[in-house]
């Protein structure tokens, strides 16, 4: 029994350092400065996209899992590459290493002007049949 208190004594300091260092992905508006609650963070070689916290606009982890099976654990000095999407904005791709702590990666999204977008110096123009039809 002694024996076995020992193993996992001794097993304990090995494992927390197997778990990875936390990365925190942040998105947020680049015009507001708001949180994006509708993003999503993928690594390029992972199947899976991770939503954001619709409140903080964060999203953190320390392992991420790849098409292939294998585990990518966050180590000290890994450069991480991101893709981070919301509909209504601007794709943006960022790469980060790894330090020991205090990983937040701050990601400002653009948001798209779409074609069918007002604009407030363009004139109105109005068609036959927007107007109201005569009896």
Do not use: C
Request: aromatic share 8%; hydrophobic share 40%.
């Amino acid at each position: 029994m002694l024996a076995a208190l020992f193993a996992l004594v001794v097993a304990t300091p090995a494992q927390a350092q197997d778990e990875g260092i936390p990365v925190t992905v942040e998105v947020l508006n680049s015009r507001s400065g708001e949180v994006v609650p509708t993003a999503v963070v993928r690594h390029p070689d992972e199947a899976e996209r991770h939503r954001v916290n619709t409140e903080t606009g964060r999203w953190t982890e320390k392992v991420l899992y790849m098409k292939d099976g294998s585990e990518l654990l966050f180590e000290k000095d890994l450069i991480l590459r991101f893709e981070v999407s919301a509909p209504g904005f601007v794709n943006e791709t960022v790469t980060y290493q790894v330090r020991k702590r205090k990983n937040v990666i701050q990601v400002y999204l653009q948001e798209m002007k779409f074609d069918g977008e007002e604009d407030a110096d363009a004139p109105t123009l109005d068609f036959i049949r927007d107007r109201p039809l005569d009896k």
